[in-house]
């Protein structure tokens, strides 16, 4: 088992920025990828960003260029640097292990909420 636990949701004004975290403990051997999925107020959960163990990235359309994911290993924690928030940011920011890349997420953490203001 993995156990994720996220920090550095808030709420901030369209423009601003934030740093989410994500710190992994338990079985970490098994970790592959990790990564980011966020949830809208009734909209579905969706993908925002992935990194493997070699610094792959992958990242959704609407984030791109915008958000960057990044991992320290040795910290078994994976970071997502949010910069240029839009009020479309607003869900709530859940971190994700997969124990090999062709699978869906394996483990989730509980949810860190964040909230962009117009």
């Known amino acids: 088992q993995v156990q994720l636990v996220e920090s550095g949701g808030g709420l901030v004004q369209a423009g601003e920025s934030l740093r989410l975290s994500c710190a992994a403990s338990g079985s970490i051997f098994s970790i592959n990828v990790m990564g980011w999925y966020r949830q809208a107020p009734g909209k579905q959960r969706e993908l925002v960003a992935t990194?493997?163990?070699?610094?792959?990235?992958n990242y959704a359309d609407s984030v791109k260029g915008r958000f960057t994911i990044s991992r320290d290993i040795a910290k078994n924690t994976v970071y997502l640097q949010m910069n240029s928030l839009r009020p479309e940011d607003t869900a709530v920011y859940y971190c994700?292990?997969?124990?090999?890349?062709?699978?869906?997420?394996?483990?989730w953490g509980q949810g860190t909420q964040v909230t962009v203001s117009s």
């Open positions: 994700t292990v997969q124990v090999a890349p062709w699978r869906a997420p394996d483990y």
């Open positions: 990194i493997g163990r070699v610094g792959t990235t």
